[in-house]
């Protein structure tokens, strides 16, 4: 198998995308110097992300094809935490001069497979490729409102509920089994390590929660405690979680924290990357199926309480690596 | 002045932002989970590029201004070459942990006033900050084609004119005047040592193409002999060019060529990174003025001569490094 060095990146690049499927929103995929994409409702969200390895990722725990399931998995999830529909992705990545042309096809695969579960009819619509000694993934992903209204950060109110989509901690726990020194843990509960590895963010429960009205929404990525806390600033409202309503998440860890004697409370508090959605709905209105309430919003100045006290956030900074 | 490590991803980033003014093309800009921009046509343009360090770029001769005017400025090229205007950027950036922020500030003010200069009314709508031990700075662009159709670079026709919108060789030849020992002579060709550390492409060029009907454009990135090459390849077509036709590009480079013993035509033929349009137009139509002819676009199997004997390419990869 020829390296990525040997063939050059035009011909890497042509060779890994050739697999990729045409998208029902793109006029123009990759190839050209930009893309061309659908916009029907006159707007479109963007976001972009970055993984670097050893940073966000170290490939002894990650294949290729997980690294591409991630990186769509991620910034897809940002375009539900808006209230839309994801419809495409350019990535660019950069790996070492010696990676094997197979590792790139592997890549593109996960990237191509996320991209058709996570957002049926969405696709990768462009690639840049380059070599450095460390690997990063960046990643732009955009998407559709269909016509409705962005969900912001900013607009909670009091006496909203607070309710979360998805799952909270198993990402976090899938990552200390990894970094277990015995490898047995990792192997025996997959499904945690799975999330971390290849994570399903509730994709479609964004839209769902637009359609329901939810006041504000984000994406869980650095952990509920830092998000719930970001989305108290960013409304101007206090927001109160009870410990009682997280019961149900750190169950589904109870067995996995014992065997290697950790605790559940702050993988599901503060624990990130299991990109679920964290969203605030009045109380009058129908709660869409796949949303559990978790706490209030309440009057007050922008702070975080558990059960009525204050609760430090402790998550993931990207520049200071701190959790 | 604090630096990035000390302030932490958010906190740098924010800092960092504030001085971005709104952009008429956002609706909402940095800040959320995702922007959500304008698309007035019904689609958008998309393209991604990625800089690395001591690859792309070299601390010692890019200023962050410098790499913040050139990240965008290379990829509004790629936007115009389509024949659309840029309206928008989102910027993912890696740096050294110990990078001030005062760095930083000036890389947001380089993309700032690129994307004011380049194109009135476009601006950065969102960033992505994170530290590694090696700076990279990845930008997805954004177009629109006012309900123009897209110029692709596979439609050139046999008995289209070959046409360049903008420079040749300059920023090939700041780049040796730049690498030359002896900092005298960069000092000396200071408007060519610009060309390569702050290119101005002729973004307005690429929808006033469209307008007159250019049948195939591109960006020539690579060096003129690699891009026209590509052109001839997706169009299907052969394609001549006429050095008499280029003696008007190598004679602003003759001084500098002189002073350190180089050639102006391997530049001008070979250089990448003016970041000019490469376009074909029919010959019974008006050209824009900005456009130079060069040659001729031929029936035949795709291949590139000069005055009608085969033109080996010596352009860039960026896999591979060689040029």
Same mark, same amino acid.
């Given at each position: 198998?020829?390296?990525?060095?040997?063939?050059?990146?035009?011909?890497?690049?042509?060779?890994?995308?050739?697999?990729?499927?045409?998208?029902?929103?793109?006029?123009?995929?990759?190839?050209?110097?930009?893309?061309?994409?659908?916009?029907?409702?006159?707007?479109?969200?963007?976001?972009?992300?970055?993984?670097?390895?050893?940073?966000?990722?170290?490939?002894?725990?990650?294949?290729?094809?997980?690294?591409?399931?991630?990186?769509?998995?991620?910034?897809?999830?940002?375009?539900?935490?808006?209230?839309?529909?994801? &419809?495409?992705?350019?990535?660019? $990545? +950069? =790996?070492? @001069?010696?990676?094997? /042309?197979?590792? #790139?096809?592997?890549? %593109? !695969?996960?990237?191509?497979?996320?991209?058709?579960?996570?957002?049926?009819?969405?696709?990768?619509?462009?690639?840049?490729?380059? &070599?450095?000694?460390?690997?990063? $993934? +960046? =990643?732009? @992903?955009?998407?559709? /409102?269909?016509? #409705?209204?962005?969900? %912001? !950060?900013?607009?909670?109110?009091?006496?909203?509920?607070?309710?979360?989509?998805?799952?909270?901690?198993?990402?976090?726990?899938?990552?200390?089994?990894?970094?277990?020194?015995?490898?047995?843990?990792?192997?025996?509960?997959?499904? #945690?390590?799975?999330?971390?590895?290849?994570?399903?963010?509730?994709?479609?429960?964004?839209?769902?929660?637009?359609?329901?009205?939810?006041?504000?929404?984000?994406?869980?990525?650095?952990?509920?405690?830092?998000?719930?806390?970001?989305?108290?600033?960013?409304?101007?409202?206090?927001?109160?979680?009870?410990?009682?309503?997280?019961?149900?998440?750190?169950?589904?860890?109870?067995?996995?924290?014992?065997?290697?004697?950790?605790?559940?409370?702050?993988?599901?508090?503060?624990?990130?990357?299991?990109?679920?959605?964290?969203?605030?709905?009045?109380?009058?209105?129908?709660?869409?199926?796949?949303?559990?309430?978790?706490?209030?919003?309440?009057?007050?100045?922008?702070?975080?309480?558990?059960?009525?006290?204050?609760?430090?956030?402790?998550?993931?900074?990207?520049?200071?690596?701190?959790?």
């Amino acid at each position: 198998m020829p390296t990525i060095f040997e063939l050059g990146e035009k011909e890497s690049l042509r060779r890994a995308l050739a697999p990729l499927k045409p998208t029902e929103f793109a006029i123009i995929g990759s190839g050209d110097d930009s893309a061309l994409l659908k916009a029907q409702s006159g707007s479109y969200l963007v976001s972009t992300d970055t993984m670097i390895e050893n940073h966000d990722f170290r490939k002894d725990f990650s294949s290729a094809f997980d690294l591409g399931w991630k990186a769509i998995a991620t910034n897809y999830s940002d375009i539900a935490a808006m209230g839309g529909v994801p &419809t495409a992705a350019v990535v660019a $990545i +950069s =790996v070492q @001069a010696d990676t094997e /042309l197979e590792w #790139l096809t592997d890549f %593109v !695969r996960g990237l191509q497979q996320a991209s058709e579960s996570l957002a049926p009819g969405s696709g990768i619509v462009g690639g840049d490729l380059a &070599t450095s000694d460390l690997s990063f $993934i +960046s =990643v732009t @992903a955009f998407g559709d /409102l269909d016509g #409705l209204n962005p969900v %912001v !950060r900013s607009n909670a109110n009091p006496g909203d509920g607070l309710y979360v989509g998805g799952t909270l901690g198993k990402a976090a726990a899938g990552l200390a089994l990894l970094k277990h020194p015995d490898p047995q843990f990792a192997r025996s509960y997959d499904e #945690l390590v799975s999330v971390q590895l290849r994570p399903t963010p509730p994709i479609q429960l964004g839209k769902l929660a637009n359609e329901h009205g939810a006041t504000a929404m984000m994406d869980i990525s650095d952990g509920l405690s830092t998000d719930a806390k970001r989305l108290a600033e960013a409304s101007g409202v206090k927001i109160n979680i009870e410990s009682s309503s997280l019961l149900g998440f750190q169950a589904v860890l109870e067995q996995a924290a014992l065997s290697i004697e950790a605790s559940t409370l702050p993988w599901v508090l503060h624990g990130g990357e299991d990109h679920s959605l964290l969203a605030t709905f009045p109380s009058d209105k129908p709660i869409p199926k796949g949303f559990k309430r978790i706490g209030s919003v309440l009057a007050g100045d922008p702070e975080l309480t558990l059960d009525g006290e204050i609760l430090q956030t402790a998550g993931w900074d990207s520049v200071t690596g701190n959790q």
